[in-house]
């Protein structure tokens, strides 16, 4: 009698299957994805309980009871989950992944009528990348360098510029002063002092002798 009763529990146990595919998943940070198990099984059932669990230990995230003909849209679990049923496939739907969300989800069904029986998938490993942040945080990086170095690349311009006109006057300056005589500009001469005119031949000045006409032809000069 014992024997039959270890034996109808295996029969059960073997008339059940869960499918998981793919066996691991990748998301970004922020984003969405969709986990699947498949429910096989041996005989025609009426009712089971599928639920979705987090590793071992933790707690049923989401369950639902299903009737194997009969969709069931998806369902909120919670404000990020959602299950969706669509014989003999189920799917959990994840929004808005972050890093705790990490980790193996297992399929678990449980056959209710016509008999009690349980099977559980072989998980799919969830991982939550983060390389968008990382590389917007690397652009981040690439675009501080690049303004530091152009700011490095502006002074020096300037302070290379500040010294050519710096030296250019210098040089000029030293160049006028050399100039060759030859080259200067010539000096302005001033005029002679204007000097009134005096007769070595006459008494007086010439304007206090009158005119021409009064004082009558001019004398001859002496040996």
């Known amino acids: 009698m014992w024997r039959l009763r270890v034996l109808i529990p295996l ?3 073997g008339a059940l299957r869960v499918s998981q595919d793919p066996g691991e998943v990748q998301v970004t940070e922020g984003g969405g994805v969709a986990l699947g198990c498949q429910v096989l099984a041996a005989k025609p059932w009426e009712l089971l309980r599928l ?5 071992t230990g933790h707690g049923v995230l989401c369950a639902a009871r299903l009737h194997p003909a009969a969709l069931a849209t998806p369902a909120p679990c919670t404000p990020r989950l959602r299950l969706a049923w669509d014989p003999p496939r189920a799917t959990l739907s994840l929004r808005q ?3 705790d969300d990490a980790g193996r989800y297992l399929c678990r069904v449980t ?7 349980t099977a559980t998938g072989n998980g799919t490993l969830l991982s939550v990348s983060t390389a968008a942040t990382d590389g917007g945080h690397q652009a981040g990086l690439v675009w501080g360098l690049a303004g530091a170095l152009g700011a490095i690349g502006l002074l020096l311009g300037l302070a290379l510029l500040g010294h050519w006109r710096w ?3 210098s040089d000029t300056g030293i160049y006028v002063n050399m100039l060759p005589a030859s080259a ?3 000096e302005k001469l ?3 002092p204007k000097v009134m005119e005096e007769s070595t031949h006459q008494a007086g000045p010439r304007w206090a002798q009158g005119p021409q006409w009064a004082r009558g ?6 040996p």
């Open 51 to 55: 639920e979705w669990v987090k590793d």
């Open 190 to 192: 001033l005029p002679p």
């Open 217 to 222: 032809p001019p004398a001859a000069p002496q």
């Open 111 to 117: 056959l209710e009528i016509p008999h009690h029986s």
């Open 97 to 99: 992944a972050q890093r």
């Open 167 to 169: 030296h250019r006057n």
């Open 184 to 186: 200067r500009a010539p």
């Open 11 to 13: 029969l059960g146990a």
